[in-house]
């Protein structure tokens, strides 16, 4: 795995200065360091070298090893888009994003493991975003494990735009708002809600379009907590259509939370553009919001 940078900026900095300036954490330095290969203009480095103006950096790491091997899924992916470093997939509802203790074979990162089977005999998959088993949409995947590391601080300090397109009961009074209440583990079950003691969490929402037992919302989260959309609207007494542990309403055949992952936006670290993306509606979200329009 391999990455390459070219030194834009009018002044000499040493190679781990370079580095650091382009988000390589101090672990993956020393893997780096000690495993792997540093150059500047094709020729080896040491950390302490200067980079100069125009001079192209090169960073490389020897093939990864996974210590809990993945079983490959060979259920084709819904991709939307692909390149060297990145995967963006769109996921059905009904799949665990990453293996656990009750399913290790059939999840997201499985079929993602087989696809990379496809180009790399020992490829591990690296989950950048995840969803929950029932909720749709955009999930962004890395290639390795370097990719994975150069993009960790954009999710840490919340730099991701994340948009759900969610329906939600009852009639939102406001077109906009913000929900600002924290949340934390209720029981030892998976339930979470608003707590006193919980995790700050922020919720940024928009009506698109009522009906008359029902909202089509945008959302936009700023935080990232577990189930934050769904507890923060089951909070405010509109729990989503479908939503089954936080008593959203069971109707118009919708069989699990109206709530799809639409949008996602973020700064690739490695070409430095900003990129969008967006999962069209499943068909189950697109039948659900025409049965509304009839009521």
């Given at each position: 795995m391999q990455v390459t940078w070219k030194n834009e900026h009018n002044e000499n900095i040493t190679l781990k200065q370079f580095l650091r300036r382009h988000h390589?954490?101090?672990r993956m330095f020393k893997q780096l360091k000690y495993h792997g290969q540093l150059l500047i203009n094709k020729q080896p480095a040491l950390p302490a070298d200067v980079v100069t103006?125009?001079?192209?950096?090169t960073i490389t790491l020897p093939d990864e090893s996974e210590q809990q091997p993945l079983v490959a899924d060979p259920t084709p992916l819904s991709l939307l888009y692909e390149d060297d470093y990145w995967l963006v997939v769109n996921k059905p509802a009904g799949i665990s994003s990453v293996p656990g203790p009750s399913?290790?074979?059939?999840t997201l990162a499985n079929r993602i493991k087989a696809h990379l089977q496809q180009e790399q005999a020992h490829a591990v998959a690296h989950l950048v975003t995840r969803l929950d088993y029932d909720t749709s949409g955009i999930v962004l995947a890395a290639k390795n494990r370097l990719a994975h590391s150069l993009i960790?601080?954009?999710i840490e300090h919340h730099l991701f735009d994340k948009e759900y397109l969610?329906?939600?009961s009852g009639q939102l009074t406001d077109d906009t708002g913000l929900i600002d209440a924290p949340i934390g583990r209720?029981?030892?079950g998976p339930r979470r809600g608003v707590t006193a003691n919980g995790q700050s969490a922020q919720t940024k929402y928009q009506v698109l379009q009522r009906f008359a037992q029902a909202t089509l919302v945008k959302v936009q989260l700023i935080t990232g907590r577990t189930h934050q959309i769904r507890v923060h609207f089951?909070?405010?007494g509109h729990p989503l259509l479908g939503d089954q542990l936080y008593g959203g309403p069971l109707q118009l055949g919708i069989k699990r939370?109206?709530?799809?992952?639409?949008q996602l936006t973020f700064t690739d670290p490695i070409t430095l553009v900003k990129r969008t993306f967006e999962a069209p509606l499943p068909t189950d979200m697109q039948t659900l919001l025409m049965q509304l329009k009839k009521q």
């Open positions: 390589v954490s101090q103006q125009a001079d192209q950096v399913n290790r074979t059939t960790q601080p954009q969610a329906v939600v209720l029981d030892d089951a909070y405010l939370q109206a709530l799809h992952a639409w």
